[in-house]
């Protein structure tokens, strides 16, 4: 029973091999193959050591301002799909002048797997050519190049078989992200505050304006006209029992032209003091 059983164990793992042998044989070389579409878009598969890559872009003569990127990435050892999308250019001439708004990185099967069968969708509709057993060459409006190195991939195509770091862009442009929103909703938070704290100032001084005149008249020195939030006098020679003090305040209120009277504002200021506020020009002469 024992010989039995290694015997079934050691045909498993005939089987097993001729499988991954089969899976092996059938896997795509790497390539590079671009098309030019009839509206305009410019469309690069690329796949390198395990890296399925798609590239559409558009430049600024196609309902695009300064030109859209859009690059979707597949690595099969870590089973994710990044998507990054670049404002910009591509140009051969270099390496990457893209600017990235925005990237996703999802481990959906279903999304991944949608990505992968429309890949190799595809890449067999171009090779379906009497010429199918080639990889270079143009078939249809494609371009196929067998690719031996990376260093056969334009330069500004080659960020794109480097998965690690782009999957570390993409995080850390989501992370600057998510910062900046926090960062407006504190902002909007703080704004509604303050807004709400004007608007109970604002309140309370037309509040305090609607008092009584008798409460306001109360808020001056007692024998004094002039000494005081309002004044009481009938003429500019009208003092109260305290001449000095009165002609004091008179002169300290009436004879600069840039003052503040009791709870108004201006220059951007308000006095809640008793007494006019003067310019400090006028209170030193």
């Given amino acids: 029973?024992?010989?039995?059983?290694?015997?079934?164990?050691?045909?498993?793992?005939?089987?097993?091999?001729?499988?991954?042998?089969?899976?092996?044989?059938?896997?795509?070389?790497?390539?590079?193959?671009?098309?030019?579409?009839?509206?305009?878009?410019?469309?690069?598969?690329?796949?390198?050591?395990?890296?399925?890559?798609?590239?559409?872009?558009?430049?600024?003569?196609?309902?695009?301002?300064?030109?859209?990127?859009?690059?979707?990435?597949?690595?099969?050892r870590h089973h994710r799909l990044l998507t990054m999308v670049y404002v910009g250019q591509t140009s051969s001439q270099q390496e990457d002048g893209l600017s990235l708004r925005d990237?996703?990185?999802?481990?959906?099967?279903?999304?991944?797997?949608?990505?992968?069968?429309?890949?190799?969708?595809?890449?067999?509709?171009a090779?379906?050519?009497?010429?199918?057993?080639?990889?270079?060459g143009p078939l249809h409006n494609v371009t196929f190049v067998h690719l031996a190195s990376d260093a056969q991939l334009p330069k500004y195509l080659r960020p794109i078989v480097h998965f690690r770091s782009l999957r570390a862009e993409c995080?850390?442009?989501?992370?600057?992200?998510?910062?900046?929103?926090?960062?407006?909703?504190?902002?909007?938070?703080h704004h509604q505050q303050h807004k709400q704290q004007q608007q109970q100032l604002e309140q309370h001084t037309v509040d305090t304006h609607?008092?009584?005149?008798?409460?306001?008249?109360?808020?001056?020195?007692?024998?004094?006209k002039w000494c005081g939030a309002h004044y009481d006098a009938q003429?500019?020679?009208?003092?109260?029992g305290l001449v000095r003090l009165d002609h004091c305040c008179r002169q300290h209120d009436l004879h600069c032209p840039f003052y503040i009277p009791f709870m108004e504002e201006k220059y951007g200021l308000r006095n809640y003091h008793i007494s006019t506020i003067n310019h400090c020009g006028c209170d030193q002469r």
Avoid at 173 to 182: D, I, N, P, Q, T
């Fill in 1 to 76: 029973m024992e010989a039995t059983l290694r015997n079934n164990i050691l045909l498993s793992w005939l089987v097993l091999l001729q499988l991954l042998g089969s899976i092996a044989s059938a896997r795509m070389p790497n390539f590079i193959a671009q098309d030019d579409l009839n509206d305009g878009q410019h469309e690069i598969r690329i796949h390198y050591n395990g890296i399925t890559a798609r590239q559409s872009s558009v430049g600024p003569d196609q309902d695009s301002v300064s030109g859209l990127v859009l690059r979707e990435i597949h690595h099969e």
């Fill in 103 to 125: 990237c996703k990185i999802t481990d959906d099967m279903q999304e991944v797997k949608e990505f992968l069968d429309t890949f190799e969708t595809d890449v067999d509709l």
């Fill in 127 to 136: 090779m379906d050519t009497p010429t199918s057993d080639s990889w270079s």
């Fill in 171 to 189: 995080k850390s442009h989501l992370r600057a992200a998510r910062r900046a929103v926090k960062a407006k909703r504190r902002a909007d938070h």
């Fill in 210 to 224: 609607s008092r009584s005149k008798r409460s306001l008249l109360s808020l001056r020195m007692p024998f004094t």
């Fill in 235 to 240: 003429t500019y020679g009208d003092l109260g």
